[in-house]
């Protein structure tokens, strides 16, 4: 049986290696908290106004601003910051707080769609860190519909971009 990190490797064309070069330098030192928030707010400002009624309503019933908080303090935990979401939420368990969201392939594409954009507006954010985020995003995005799996099966529709290749800004 397939590991979800190897579906995730699979699904999102990003293997492990590339996925977690986040680790090899502290992005929050890098680049701050300021940097993580706007990208947060930046990144919900279009998910909240996709013009896609079905992945729109996927967030209906998170407040935005929360949502902002848990994504800022989520990334800033988990690229070098101190554990901002660990001491308000617990443990990320991304799989297990995803659960009640359908977390499809076409919704993790849409999601990426708005993450792509987010980054590619967030100055603040050099090149080669924008590869490395979003490489790391790509693969948590299919990480988390391997674990949506668990609950719905069926769904094991290999996505679009699974080329093997790094995702590229």
Known sequence: MQSLQDKASEWSGVNRDDAFAIDQINLYEKLGLQTFISLSTNFYNRVYDDEEEWFRSIFANSKKEDAIQNQ?????QRMGGPPL????????????????????????????HHMQLALDSTTDIDSESKIKMMNFFRHTAFFLVAGDELKNPKQGIACKHASGKPAGV
């Open 72 to 76: 800022y303090e989520f990334f800033s």
């Open 85 to 112: 979401y660990n001491q308000r939420r617990g443990h990320p368990a991304l799989i297990g707080r995803h659960r009640p969201f359908p977390v499809t392939h076409e919704a993790a594409e849409r999601w990426l």
